[in-house]
């Protein structure tokens, strides 16, 4: 055991580029993981990094361990989530990773019903909105809003999600109701934008007479963080494009109202992602079906009757 997971932590240094992250990653030491390392290299005889004080990169030697290791691994995955299968007794730990607000929302909520119902399934989540990459992450489980790029990755269509632009009684006061898309860029408003590195939408996407129509729009305030827009906006300081299931309930209690409703954003889809690889793993066949029933009846049930 303890050489496979020397094996575990090399994948983990070399995908990542870090001693210090893949110790994160493991929920180990720095020095554990520098000591694993060191195990791994003198069994093999061999050097698997060139360590500096500023950088750590595979030598030719770990280059060639890397796909053999991987290999190793995925197999060992695999031939655990075969036991699982004929015991029916799924363990282990599922790595999740979801946006703040659907993980918040509809999925944080859950983990322990699921936990309770598989004990021996422990549950990982992380949650940001900032893209994450499943493979170099280590993930097993990804939840996503929005547009996909072509991926090997394999998606499961969970819920359709329409969104709005709104804002606050008292900013619309002040600055009036956009009639559409294109007021929106007047410098009398201030639109609050979702933004962090690599993020793909730097535009609304409205839908007008003429098809759908992307506006730059701008403001005073930025954030990574989903939820921080929603309070500037409850605080009156912009308009906000957002997915109906995170402002329904201000919408029905009036600190939200809609805002250039002749040209509305497009609708997107919360979709789950998975390694091909890990399609077999019961575990992770479990947490997603497990997870996807529920996240989509509480989804329908906080957006109705708005």
Not at 8 to 34: C, I, N
Not at 77 to 102: C, D, H, Y
């Amino acid at each position: 055991m303890a050489y496979v997971n020397n094996i575990k932590m090399f994948v983990r240094v070399y995908e990542l580029g870090s001693m210090s992250a893949a110790a994160r990653d493991q929920r180990t030491s720095p020095a554990v993981a520098s000591s694993r390392i060191s195990e791994l290299e003198k069994h093999l005889d061999v050097r698997l990094f060139n360590r500096t004080t500023r950088a750590l990169q595979p030598t030719e030697a770990g280059k060639i361990f890397y796909d053999g290791a991987h290999t190793i691994l995925a197999a060992i995955t695999q031939a655990e989530a075969a036991i699982s299968n004929a015991t029916k007794n799924p363990r282990g730990t599922v790595f999740v990773a979801a946006p703040l607000g659907v993980g918040r929302r509809f999925i944080a909520p859950f983990v322990p019903e699921f936990q309770a119902q598989y004990p021996q399934i422990d549950v990982r989540l992380r949650l940001s909105d900032r893209l994450v990459d499943i493979t170099s992450e280590g993930l097993d489980v990804a939840f996503h809003m929005g547009p996909l790029e072509d991926s090997s990755l394999k998606m499961q269509r969970i819920s359709d999600c329409p969104r709005l632009l709104c804002a606050a009684p008292d900013y619309v006061k002040r600055h009036g109701n956009p009639a559409d898309g294109a007021a929106l860029l007047d410098e009398n408003h201030a639109c609050l934008n979702l933004r962090f590195p690599g993020a793909p939408e730097f535009r609304w996407a409205l839908q007008t007479s003429d098809g759908v129509k992307q506006f730059d729009v701008t403001g005073p305030f930025e954030s990574d963080d989903g939820d921080v827009l929603t309070n500037w906006a409850l605080d009156g300081h912009g308009i906000i494009l957002k997915p109906l299931f995170e402002v329904a309930e201000h919408l029905r209690s009036g600190a939200l109202i809609p805002v250039a409703t002749s040209t509305p954003p497009l609708p997107t889809q919360l979709v789950c992602l998975t390694p091909p690889h890990k399609l077999k793993d019961p575990k992770v066949q479990l947490f997603i079906e497990f997870i996807a029933s529920r996240c989509k009846a509480e989804m329908a049930r906080q957006i109705g009757g708005v």
